[in-house]
């Protein structure tokens, strides 16, 4: 195992930026672009329109937790992708097929993240993916935690990630 370096703000914002781009190029065949940094109020361009948000936790040496908000149109889109399914096979299959692939996207960037703090020395394990769909959400911040927020084009769609995380 690696010696334990600080996680830095580089750090951090290197490792899901990597984490992203590979999810977008392997699973959903679009480039992912980091776009911006943002503050706490990262979700202003999100209240009116309906969304999925995608959790997993992570738990060890470095104790945290990454959030994606997800538009509902590029889930509509990422679905077809993933699955090989024409719009109309992935409506009439329902909300549980858009969760699977929101489950599945937030299972492998957050898992992408985890592996890279493990090799930096900071091993930990996942937890299970929570999926919300909806509009007007948001995210409250964890209590002592460090918080980053990215913004990311997928395709023509922004896609946020929201990490906060505490270590030892």
């Known amino acids: 195992m690696a010696i334990a370096q600080p996680i830095s703000d580089t750090l951090v914002q290197d490792l899901i930026i990597r984490a992203v781009r590979n999810v977008c ?11 911006e940094r943002s503050a706490v109020a990262a979700y202003a361009g999100f209240k009116d329109k309906l969304h999925f948000f995608g959790s997993v936790g992570f738990v060890g040496h470095v104790d945290g937790i990454i959030y994606l908000c ?31 692939v929101v489950g599945e996207i937030t299972n ?33 911040g964890l209590k002592n935690s460090e918080r980053h927020i ?19």
């Open 108 to 140: 492998m960037t957050v898992g992408g993240f985890k592996n890279a703090l493990c090799d930096t020395g900071f091993p930990c394990k996942l937890t299970l993916p929570t999926i919300v769909r909806g509009d007007h959400l948001s995210v409250s």
């Open 70 to 100: 997800i538009p509902d149109d590029f889930v509509q889109q990422a679905a077809g992708r993933m699955l090989g399914m024409s719009q109309a096979e992935i409506q009439m299959s329902g909300d549980s097929v858009l969760k699977d």
């Open 150 to 168: 990215f913004h990311f084009d997928c395709g023509g769609h922004r896609l946020v990630t929201d990490i906060q995380m505490r270590h030892e």
């Open 25 to 35: 190029t392997r699973m959903l065949k679009c480039e992912a672009s980091f776009v």
